[in-house]
């Protein structure tokens, strides 16, 4: 429960950096993230939040997505079922894979930015990101064993 706790913690004290008053709403959001520990859709977030808040627009919840994210309190994901959010890792700087088939997520501390080269020097990076996308050893090998269809 501690590590709830503290990823709660860490979401709204960054909505506050950010100048956001930390509402009941965004305290709910931050909970939902933090105790889900999974990729969640906007519909997701949106089919949770209106149990609590009936009044609230899918539209709110969508662009509290999408300000969460640009401010590094969420990551997003493009895959395969459409674009989902997930609490980011405030506390250091890692690295995703990502099995397509059951969204299980490995972290990796190794960062190919050290590998980069010949970029151009006008550019000034902010952050970066980096995925890979592939099978998890439990979705290859049932894929590998189940019958092929003709």
Same mark, same amino acid.
């Given at each position: ?7 709660? $913690? ?29 990729? !969640?859709?906007?519909? @997701?977030? &949106?089919? &949770?939040?209106?149990?609590? &808040?009936?009044?609230?627009?899918? @539209?709110?919840?969508?662009?509290? +997505?999408? !300000? ?12 395969? $079922?459409? +674009? ?5 890792? !405030? ?10 088939? %059951? ?7 190794? %960062?190919?930015?050290? !590998?980069?080269? @010949? ?16 099978? %998890? ?14």
């Amino acid at each position: 429960m501690g590590t709830h706790t503290h990823t709660i $913690d860490e979401m709204l004290k960054a909505m506050a950096q950010q100048g956001w008053r930390i509402t009941e709403q965004r305290r709910s959001l931050a909970t939902l993230f933090a105790e889900s520990g999974s990729y !969640l859709s906007p519909k @997701d977030v &949106y089919e &949770y939040m209106k149990i609590k &808040y009936p009044g609230v627009s899918f @539209d709110t919840v969508y662009r509290n +997505l999408r !300000l969460l994210s640009e401010m590094g309190v969420l990551e997003q994901f493009h895959l395969a $079922d459409g +674009l989902k959010f997930k609490a980011s890792c !405030l506390s250091h700087h890692h690295h995703h894979m990502i099995c397509v088939s %059951c969204e299980k997520t490995v972290t990796f501390e190794f %960062c190919p930015m050290k !590998l980069v080269q @010949d970029l151009p020097e006008s550019f000034e990076i902010q952050s970066h990101r980096f995925e890979i996308f592939g099978y %998890c050893a439990d979705c290859k090998s049932t894929a590998s064993t189940a019958p092929i269809e003709h």
